[in-house]
């Protein structure tokens, strides 16, 4: 959960990724992982090969697809974490096919929204109420990792940056890094004290 709000607030726009589940439990998703895309204030539009090199890796990691390939997850920028009609559009048409997939919003403020698809048998969709597990071992926190993870992955599409054409910025990843200057005159200060 860390990882997705790191996610989510990092950039001003929508980010989204595949949920990584637990090999014994579907629903745990341990893992948030992005691939290449092109992020709006209310869309997110996946690279189609970044999904197949993604497919690719997992498989080659001895993961299942109902382990990486049936939760969806994003963030909205705004408060309402409700999906959109592009939302539902781009679950129906990724999804779809699948027997069963999820998708899952955060949005600003942490409200969040889940909804399972069943689409063996009779057809459904149920609304699941979703908690952060902490009685088992995750990873500690990695911003520097999720930071680079985001740079490679999100460019900006923002249409009313210029009237023609749209704008499309990547992220520049030297802001995130202090400089060495600072971080050695903020290491000398601390351990000169004592």
């Not at 745990?28 to 709006?40: A, F, G, R, T």
């Not at 559009?89 to 779809?96: A, Q």
């Not at 923002?158 to 023609?164: E, T």
Request: hydrophobic residues 35%.
């Amino acid at each position: 959960m860390a990882k997705l709000l790191f996610l989510r607030d990092i950039g001003p726009t929508e980010v989204g990724g595949f949920g990584i589940s637990n090999a014994d439990d579907l629903l745990l998703v341990e893992d948030v992982q992005l691939v290449q895309q092109v992020c709006s204030a209310v869309s997110v539009e996946f690279d189609d090969d970044s999904v197949a090199d993604y497919f690719d890796e997992q498989v080659d990691c001895g993961r299942l697809p109902e382990q990486f390939a049936r939760i969806w997850i994003h963030t909205h920028p705004g408060k309402s974490p409700s999906p959109s009609g592009t939302d539902e559009e781009t679950f129906d048409r990724c999804f779809g096919g699948s027997d069963w997939c999820v998708m899952y919003i955060l949005a600003q403020g942490g409200n969040s929204y889940a909804r399972a698809r069943f689409n063996v048998g009779p057809s459904f969709d149920r609304r699941l109420r979703c908690r952060t597990q902490l009685d088992c071992e995750f990873p500690s926190s990695d911003q520097e990792a999720w930071f680079l993870e985001y740079c490679e992955n999100v460019s900006i599409h923002d249409p009313f940056l210029s009237q023609n054409p749209p704008v499309t910025q990547s992220i520049d990843v030297d802001w995130w890094r202090p400089s060495t200057v600072t971080f050695e005159r903020w290491t000398d200060e601390h351990s000169e004290v004592g």
